[in-house]
């Protein structure tokens, strides 16, 4: 670790409060989708399950959308108080994608989200449901925006740098937005976003059905969800591949941190554990395979992987967390791949519902993609370094020239007392409404709980006399 100077200190801070911030879009952009499913559903059936079980999700969306603004809004402060500098020379390509943001996505988000929430006894029912389909668009078209201007951090083009003015100058929009690493980005946190929510879906679904509760509502989410994750886990394992074929052609070091390679070579092994040594360039403990990592990078076991040492020292990032990270995120992609196709098996044994094992696997990995989200992210963000805009721009001169290390240090203390209390306070109201559930159907009755079902128990009938068999 280096000494815990200012450029560290700031890094460890905006590290810290964009971890927190993240957790809460990756959330709203899956849940947004999910509850447009939903109520077109209910537009299409009458049903009464699909309304109640959109106002109960609905709830927790609304909980994670409203903490995601607030912490994002102190990211935008930190721009301008620790990292001056490197707003002042990005600031020309940057600053316009980030209003776009604003003006393209916050706003409709913002102008539908009160009809959204309260406007089920105000507005029509297909009003409604277009205000659920626009805030859950904005999501979609708020990450287009924040991911393209990362991603030209990642990989910048179609603007230089003017040495005269000393900023970045924008050559082509068009460039600037659809660089080289953005549609691989974009999609692959969209999917990663979607799935992390249909784990949540899935988790807080399964643990009403082993508990025994609102196992009428739950049914009905938790097979949307497995069906998520089914197609979802897959896809995310396709877009990661085809991403990380654009990080080698466009970022080799970090290709070579997240494998531990120190040496240009072919058949590059995939290495399971190992213990990196920067100082001495080196693995300690080293658990490999021979040749897959080059059959997995280049899809040639042949294939020539970049090692650290085609670098200085200098210009390498912090090996041990780029490695360990990205273990696991692919250690998780690859458990989320499990229980899709678990799933696939028990529902095609019409066991989906009944499969107590499954159900617990469930409950255990609720927050998991959320970890797998911040996995990849340490992997994105540390492998970059030691550049804050890839090539050209260092960290070191990005920093603002007037802060000190007290102030920096007394602003990450602050931090994380203050977001520990809404951290918290955000977990006590989630586990809250949890805990209360969705409003029970008055014209279903709930059927024992899953320990004591059967394929093909008949629910006690309906007022207007109509049963529902379920398996």
Same mark, same amino acid.
């Given at each position: ?7 560290? #200190? ?6 810290f409060t964009i971890?927190?911030?993240i ?11 999910f ?8 537009? @299409?059936?009458?049903d009464?399950?699909w309304?109640?079980?959109? !106002?109960? $999700?609905?709830?927790l ?11 994002g ?11 001056? %500098?490197?707003?002042?020379?990005? =600031? ?14 916050f706003?409709m ?6 009809i959204?929430?309260?406007? $089920?006894?105000?507005?029509g ?6 205000a659920?389909?626009?805030?859950g ?8 925006w /924040? ?13 230089h ?10 050559d082509?929009w ?10 691989y980005?974009f ?5 990663a ?11 807080i679904?399964?643990?009403?059905l082993?508990?025994?509760?609102h196992?009428?509502?739950a ?17 995310? /394992? ?10 080698? %052609? ?13 040496? @240009?070579?072919? @058949? ?8 990196p040594?920067?100082?001495n %360039? ?12 080059? #059959? ?11 090692g ?5 020292? !200098?210009? &390498? ?9 990205f273990?696991v ?5 690859l ?7 678990w ?8 066991t989906l519902?009944?499969d107590?094992w499954?159900? @617990? ?7 998991l993609?959320?970890?797998?989200i911040?996995? *990849? $992210?340490?992997?994105?963000e540390?492998? &970059? ?7 050209? #721009?260092?960290?070191v ?18 931090f ?9 306070a955000?977990l ?5 409404? /949890?805990?209360? *559930? ?10 024992e709980?899953?320990? =004591? ?6 629910l006690?009938?309906r007022k207007? =006399?109509?049963?529902?068999?379920y398996?």
């Open positions: 670790m280096p000494d815990a100077d200012v450029v560290v #200190l700031s890094r460890l801070q905006f590290a971890s927190f911030h957790i809460f879009p990756a959330l709203t952009i899956g849940l947004s989708g509850l447009v499913l939903v109520e077109a559903f209910w537009l @299409r059936t009458g009464e399950a309304r109640r079980l959109y !106002q109960f $999700w609905v709830r969306f609304a909980l994670s959308f409203g903490m995601g603004v607030v912490s809004i102190v990211l935008e402060y930190e721009f301008g108080t620790n990292w001056a %500098e490197f707003s002042r020379i990005v =600031g020309p390509v940057l600053g316009p994608l980030m209003a776009y943001e604003v003006l393209t996505a706003f988000e913002a102008g539908f989200l009160g959204m929430l309260f406007g $089920w006894n105000k507005v029912p297909r009003l409604h449901f277009l659920t389909c626009l805030v668009a904005g999501t979609v078209v708020s990450a287009f /924040i991911l393209s201007a990362n991603s030209w951090m990642q990989t910048p083009a179609g603007a740098f003017d040495a005269a003015a000393g900023h970045f100058v924008p082509s068009v460039a600037v937005i659809f660089n080289p690493s953005f549609p980005r999609t692959h946190m969209v999917a976003a979607y799935l992390t929510s249909a784990l949540a879906i899935a988790g679904s399964a643990g009403y082993l508990a025994g509760k196992t009428v509502l049914r009905k989410s938790y097979s949307i969800a497995l069906w998520a994750i089914l197609i979802l886990a897959p896809l995310q /394992i396709f877009l990661g591949d085809q991403h990380g074929l654009n990080v080698l %052609e466009h970022q080799p070091v970090k290709v070579a941190a997240m494998e531990a390679n120190w040496d @240009r070579q072919a @058949r590059a092994p995939i290495i399971f554990f190992a213990i040594d920067a100082k %360039e080196t693995n300690h403990y080293e658990i490999s395979i021979p040749g897959i990592a080059s #059959l997995i990078l280049t899809h040639d076991i042949d294939g020539i992987v970049p650290l040492k085609d670098v200085p020292k !200098q210009d &390498r990032p912090p090996v041990g967390i780029v490695f360990w990270s273990r995120m692919v250690g998780l992609g458990l989320f791949l499990l229980i899709g196709a799933s696939a098996v028990s529902r095609w044994r019409g519902e009944t107590k499954l159900m @617990r696997l469930a409950t255990l990995s609720t927050p993609g959320l970890v797998a911040l996995a *990849g $992210w340490y992997v994105a540390v492998g &970059r370094q030691p550049f804050t805009v890839y090539g050209h #721009l260092r960290t001169d990005s920093i603002s020239p007037v802060v000190d290390v007290g102030a920096v240090t007394t602003s990450l203390i602050v994380l007392i203050v977001y520990g209390g809404l951290f918290g955000y006590y109201y989630v586990s809250k409404i /949890i805990r209360v *559930g969705p409003k029970p159907l008055d014209e279903y009755a709930e059927p709980a899953i320990q =004591g079902a059967r394929p093909g128990l008949v006690p009938p207007d =006399g109509e049963g529902e068999v398996s």
